[in-house]
C-alpha cells in the first residue's frame, strides 16, 4: 500500500541543516514528488543529495485552480502502491501552501499518509514571540489596503482578548513595513505586536513587545523579506 | 548578549531521529536550560548524548503557576550574557506547553530569542489531516463532559464554516475515545473530523474523513495516548 510523505523544504539551501535524518532517508526512497514548483524542487532534491539522478525521478506540479494532473499522478501510484512525496516552494506542505487537497484524497483513497518533522515558519514564529500558544489561529492575508488593515487588526484584536488567543497572519513582503506603521497606530498599548523574519535563514530574527513599547522605540524598517506577524491581547500578556 | 533557545523535545528516545543536526549543535553548547520537568530534560540531555557530565549542567524547573525562580534563572543569565535553552516535556515550548511567559521577558530586556525546528504534534496532525492548513485555529482543550462537547463541538464547526478555518483540539488520552463518539453524533454528514496519535512515534498514524464516511466505517477504538483533533467545513472540504 502506498504513503504519502508530507515533506517540509527549508527556505534555502543554506538551512538544509534545518531537516531532521530521518525526513532524508525517506527522501532518498522516494522516486515520486507532487510539487509547488518543479525547478525549486529539483534544486531541492539536489542540494539533500538524493541518490537518483534527479532527470530519472518524477516531478509533478500542483496547480490549486486545475487539480486533475497531481491527482491523476496520486491516483495512478496508489494503484500501483507507489510511495509518493508532496513539497512546497518552502516550509510545510499544506500549511500557508498548497497540499491539504491531495491530502484529502489519500485519506479517502484509504492509503497512509505521514507528516515529516521541518520547517515551518509559523511555528517558529509563535515559538519565539513569547505569546501565548496555548489558544491560537492563523488567518492567512489580512486586508492590503490600509484603512481596512487597521480595522481588521482591531478586530483580531478584540479577538485575542475575547478568546484568549494569539492572532498571528502574514503579507506580501513589500508591505511588509505598512503593516508595522498600521499595528502601531491602531493596536492599543498593552497589546503584544510581533515580526519575524528570515527564519532558519542567515538573517533570522524575532521581535516581540507591547505597542508602547514598540512606540519608544519603534522597529527598524523590515525590509522585503516575507514576514510572519503575531500579535496577542491576553489574560496571560506581560506588562 | 544572551539568546534564549526554544528547543523541541521528542516524545520519547526512539524519536532522536526527528531532531535536525542544528539543534544537537546548538543543544551541546549549552548548559543552562529552564525546562518543564527536570527528570525528562535529563533523560532526554543524556540521549541526545550532550558532551557535558548532566550532573553538571544547570537545570530549574518552569512552574506555571509560580515562577520566581524560572525568571530568576533567566535574569542571572541574560546579566551575566549566558545562553539558555527552554525545553518542555515534548515537543515545542510555548505551544500547548509552557514557556511563553519566559520569551516574553527575554524580548522585554532586548536579549536575543531564537526557535528551533523539531516535532510539534499539532503542525504535523494538521499537514496530516488533508484539512485547509490556509487559516486554522488552536482551542487547546473543550469541555470534559459529554453534552458540552457537543455543544463545542457544533460551535467550532460553525466558526470553521464561517472563516473557512479548521478547528484543532487536544483532550487527555482516557477521553479520546468519547471525543470520536460525540463528533460522530453532533456534526453534520459532509464535515471532515480527523485525529492523529503518537506522531513520529512507533504507532504513529493520522486518520481523517467526513462524518458520513465516518458513520460507514466507524475508527477503531483509540486506546489511551494523546491525541489531537481536528475539524473542518469549510469552502474548500471534499466531499
Known sequence: MSTLYL???PISESAMHTLPPYLLEVLYQLDCFIVERAKTARHFLKAAQHPSPISSLEIVEMDEKDHREAE????????????VGIMSEAGCPGIADPGAHLVGLAHLAGIRVQALVGPS????ALMGSGMSGQKFAFHGYLSPKR???GKDLRRLEQVSMQQDQTQIFIETPYRSQMVVEVALESLQADTWFG?????????EHVRSLPIKTWKK???EPLGKA????LLFRGKQALT
Not at 72 to 83: E, N, P, T
Not at 121 to 124: H, P, R, T
Not at 226 to 229: C, K, S
Open 7 to 9: 515533506i517540509p523544504v
Open 72 to 83: 491523476k499522478c496520486l491516483k495512478l501510484a496508489i494503484a500501483s502502491g507507489r510511495d
Open 121 to 124: 515558519s509559523l511555528l517558529l
Open 147 to 149: 484603512i481596512e488593515l
Open 195 to 203: 515580526y519575524a523574519q528570515d527564519l532558519t535563514g542567515a538573517a
Open 217 to 219: 522605540t519603534p522597529p
Open 226 to 229: 516575507p514576514a510572519v506577524f
